[in-house]
């Protein structure tokens, strides 16, 4: 398992039903782990399973291919605002701050 690095680390809260929390804390317990930890190999496994799966690197290209059509999009709709004039890019900070407004998938 990855240790994180620097604090570079996100929190994730879900809704679990009863039971199956019951179930999940009981597995925990009995492998001498907590919760967090539990949940971190949960999500590495699942991560790694659809990894794995045959299309998956197909459907990750696809999405890749739609990120760098938007870009162009908006970097298209900034070139016309100020011509040749367009405000240089800077790089892109990593940000703690929360999307407003929705929840990340």
């Not at 990894?51 to 070139?79: H, N, T, V, Y």
Request: charged share 25%; aromatic share 4%.
């Amino acid at each position: 398992m990855a240790e994180p690095r620097n604090g570079n680390v996100k929190t994730l809260g879900i809704k679990v039903p009863d039971g199956l929390h019951a179930q999940f804390a009981l597995v925990a317990q009995l492998d001498n782990i907590s919760l967090g930890d539990a949940a971190l190999r949960a999500v590495e496994l699942y991560v790694n399973t659809k990894k794995a799966e045959p299309d998956f690197a197909a459907r990750a290209a696809s999405a890749l291919e739609e990120i760098e059509r938007e870009a162009a999009a908006r970097r298209g709709a900034i070139q016309g605002l100020f011509g040749d004039e367009a405000p240089a890019a800077e790089p892109a900070e990593q940000t703690t701050s929360r999307r407003q407004g929705g929840a990340a998938k």
